[in-house]
């Protein structure tokens, strides 16, 4: 079993629609990052969490430490959101990012 | 403030060559983390560095592959003997000193082994 699942790994929306990525890690993390790559392109980093919630834009990212759970949420989706989204988790004590497979979206007009 | 910049983007080389990739962190940035991702794979963590320190390089494979963090200069990744498997997108990430838990990437280097 992964140490970073993801949750799907495929989502498929139509523009407008309301989206849903989750990420359940089973170590203890000291921060959480939510990061953003399209196809050939490079990594962005969106959020970067330890509690609570951020909220950037159309973007919002929540993380329930206890559970060990975080979703990233994408209001009134747009094309330009299709990517993939990966969730990676910094591991307590450690310099080291553990990442999930990731979450491919595409977003139809 | 310039990024993290990773040079070069696009890496051709036959079996049996030398690749070095090259990662210059964001100004004030004193780590390097390097990552590789397979074709169809997600990222993994290869080594972390400090300038002139190798802090862990538990993800390296234990032959042919190399990363220093001079001084002076970018970081380099170097590949020895590069094989079809060595394929794949490596990144390069950097943090401040004092915000370890805040990694920024680069763009990354594509290197295809043919």
């Known amino acids: 079993k992964n140490e970073v699942e993801q949750s799907p790994q495929n989502l498929t929306a139509q523009e407008g629609e309301f989206i849903t990525i989750n990420c359940s890690y089973s170590v203890g993390i000291s921060a959480l990052h939510w990061l953003q790559q399209h196809p050939g392109g490079g990594i962005v980093s969106l959020f970067m969490?330890?509690?609570g919630k951020k909220k950037h834009g159309r973007l919002i990212a929540t993380i329930n430490i206890q559970e060990k759970h975080s979703s990233l949420h994408i209001t009134a989706s747009h094309p330009r959101d299709s990517a993939v989204y990966i969730c990676a988790v910094l591991v307590y004590n450690t310099d080291k990012l553990i990442f999930g497979t990731g979450t491919r979206l595409q977003v139809f007009p | 403030n310039a990024g993290v910049m990773q040079n070069p983007r696009h890496l051709v080389r036959r079996r049996g060559q030398e690749a070095r990739l090259r990662c210059s962190p964001m100004k004030g940035h004193s780590h390097v983390y390097w990552y590789r991702q397979l074709p169809e794979e997600g990222l993994k963590f290869m080594v972390y560095l400090q300038k002139e320190n190798i802090i862990d390089e538990s993800g390296m494979p234990k032959e042919r592959f190399s990363a220093e963090f001079p001084k002076e200069g970018p970081s380099i990744l170097r590949i020895q003997q590069v094989v079809r498997g060595d394929s794949a997108a490596y990144f390069c990430?950097?943090?401040?000193?004092?915000?370890?838990?805040?990694?920024?990437f680069g763009p990354g280097t594509r290197l295809t082994v043919l």
């Open positions: 969490l330890s509690s």
């Open positions: 990430a950097s943090s401040p000193p004092a915000y370890r838990d805040t990694q920024y």
